[in-house]
């Protein structure tokens, strides 16, 4: 017989750990599934070939052009705490044009039917920046200050960024090898691992979900039934829910969407599942210098230059200082034809490893990227890059490369495009027409299954993402817990 439980949410990471800790704290019985291992703090160290199989998952490649070049490498995380366990913790709400956005996009609405604006998650906002200890970062490494000084000769600002970093960050530069310390916040450590030793949550690690069940209902729509999912021993295991939460990622989510058949329910919205992915496609630029940097042992972002952040300003961003750690740099730099470096060019760069500093810049896309589903879940992904994105993306680059020279550095090396913040490919909105999911993130045309990850972003967010997935997921379990009651059967019988 298969188990059942209130809730199943599948994916722990910046989305399905909060929405999964949240009902779980409010009594729910809920399972929380993860293909990736339990691995807590006191098993990381900056090893970055073990991190990288511990704790991350093998980079996707977006195809951007017919001839397969220029392609843009995706990256994700793989653990109980999903990306937030590798994330660098850069912790910003979203913008006012990211709202506007949203409901040009989609006729995403909030509350009383109005667009969907700050008041909506301003709440959420406050209460996840308390929960994951956001603070402003102003102490700047070497590094930054340097690099400022390239920014300024340009007429042009840094600014300290917000980050879920506590007071105990020690800037050992470790962020993206798994916080050894804590300081950094990840769902795992700030919600769910304590919701597993209180009892109150239960999680299915290194566990991979393949299906999500639905069955019809008398009104001719569909409604969520559970789950199927692979266990640690190869077991194929079903769980029955009459509520299921899918927040697998991006890159994932619409996927298992796609394998359970629910692209295909003959509606606009069914239809939209997969097919407004964006990548805020990203590159980091490095300058070599004469001075040693040591960018790589420095808390990773701690400044950023908004001046081209709006879409009418040049609809960018670039953050400093970071550094890619080596294995990592060594396997994404480029040369000017976007080839990667190689032999006596590329030896030259990482011979300087320590005199090198990167400015990272995002562009804002344009929610153009297609997501193909493969048995395997790895996925296919079309990313085309419109004009405009061309653009954002030539322009960003031209801008850190004049910055980095104006700071002194004496050559300029970059990667290739590069994104780990895919966002909307299962958007949101008020019109069925426009969006897979409604304003509450459940699928237009499935009751009971809800989107609460990245995916449900309407349109490409101007900063980093998670603190806006964080709160999204905030209010998406109290809209859950309010409003689904009637579905539990203890709870209808009671
Ligand atoms: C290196 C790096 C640095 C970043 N830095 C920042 C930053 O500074 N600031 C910022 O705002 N954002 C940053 N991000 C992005 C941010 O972490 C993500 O946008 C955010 O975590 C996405 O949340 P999510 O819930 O959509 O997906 P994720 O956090 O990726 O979680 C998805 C989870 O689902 C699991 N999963 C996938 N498929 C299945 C399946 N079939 N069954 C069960 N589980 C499954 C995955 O293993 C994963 O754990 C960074 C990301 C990376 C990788």
């Not at 000769?153 to 962020?175: K, R």
């Not at 058949?261 to 990548?279: K, M, V, W, Y």
């Not at 040049?314 to 953050?319: I, L, S, T």
């Not at 972003?457 to 809209?479: D, V, W, Y």
């Amino acid at each position: 017989m298969a188990e059942y439980r209130d809730v199943v949410v599948v994916g722990s990471g910046a989305g399905g750990g909060i929405v999964a800790t949240r009902l779980a704290e409010e009594g729910r019985r809920v399972l929380l599934i993860e293909s990736g291992g339990y691995h807590l703090a006191g098993s990381y160290n900056r090893w970055e070939l073990r991190a990288s199989r511990q704790l991350w998952n093998p980079p996707r490649f977006a195809r951007t052009r017919e001839d397969g070049s220029r392609p843009i490498v995706m990256v994700s995380g793989k653990s109980v705490g999903g990306s937030t366990n590798i994330n660098t913790k850069v912790g910003i709400r979203a913008q006012p044009q990211d709202y506007r956005k949203w409901y040009e996009a989609a006729g995403l609405t909030g509350a009383n039917g109005r667009p969907f604006g700050a008041a909506d998650l301003d709440p959420w906002f406050d209460r996840v920046e308390q929960r994951m200890q956001v603070r402003r970062r102003a102490d700047w490494s070497h590094s930054v200050r340097v690099v400022e000084r390239g920014f300024r000769a340009l007429g042009h600002e840094l600014h300290p960024v917000m980050s879920y970093t506590n007071e105990d960050c020690e800037s050992c530069g470790s962020c993206t090898a798994g916080c050894p310390t804590n300081a950094g916040g990840t769902t795992l450590n700030r919600y769910i691992h304590g919701a597993v030793v209180r009892g109150q949550l239960e999680v299915a690690a290194d566990s991979e979900v393949r299906e999500i069940r639905t069955v019809p209902t008398a009104g001719g729509r569909r409604e969520a039934s559970g789950v199927e999912y692979v266990d640690p021993d190869g077991q194929h295991v079903v769980v029955e829910a009459p509520v299921v939460v899918v927040a697998a990622g991006a890159m994932v989510t619409p996927q298992l969407l796609q394998l359970s058949g629910l692209d295909r329910l003959g509606t606009p919205a069914s239809s939209l599942i997969g097919t407004t992915l964006g990548t805020h496609t990203s590159r980091m630029v490095h300058g070599v210098f004469d001075q040693i940097m040591d960018a790589h042992v420095v808390y990773p972002i701690t400044a950023h230059c908004k001046d081209f952040a709006d879409d009418t300003a040049g609809g960018f961003v670039v953050e400093a200082t970071t550094l890619l750690d080596p294995i990592a740099l060594a396997s994404n730099l480029v040369d000017t034809d976007f080839r990667p470096l190689w032999g006596e060019p590329l030896s030259r760069v990482m011979n300087n490893y320590r005199y090198l500093a990167a400015v990272f810049m995002m562009t804002n896309d344009s929610n153009v990227g297609v997501v193909r589903a493969t048995e395997d879940l790895v996925g296919e992904f079309e990313v085309p890059i419109p004009d405009e994105d061309q653009r954002r993306l030539d322009d960003a680059f031209a801008f850190c490369h004049e910055v980095l020279r104006a700071a002194g550095a004496r050559d300029v090396v970059p990667t290739g495009y590069l994104t780990s913040h895919m966002q909307g490919s299962v958007r949101m909105g008020g019109d069925p027409e426009r969006s897979a999911c409604d304003p509450n993130q459940q699928l237009w045309d499935v009751d009971g299954l809800y989107v609460g990850d990245a995916s449900a972003i309407s349109r490409t967010l101007t900063f980093n993402p998670s603190l806006t997935i964080m709160a999204l997921a905030e209010r998406l379990a109290q809209h859950i817990h309010d409003n689904t009651a009637e579905r539990l059967p203890a709870l209808a019988a009671a």
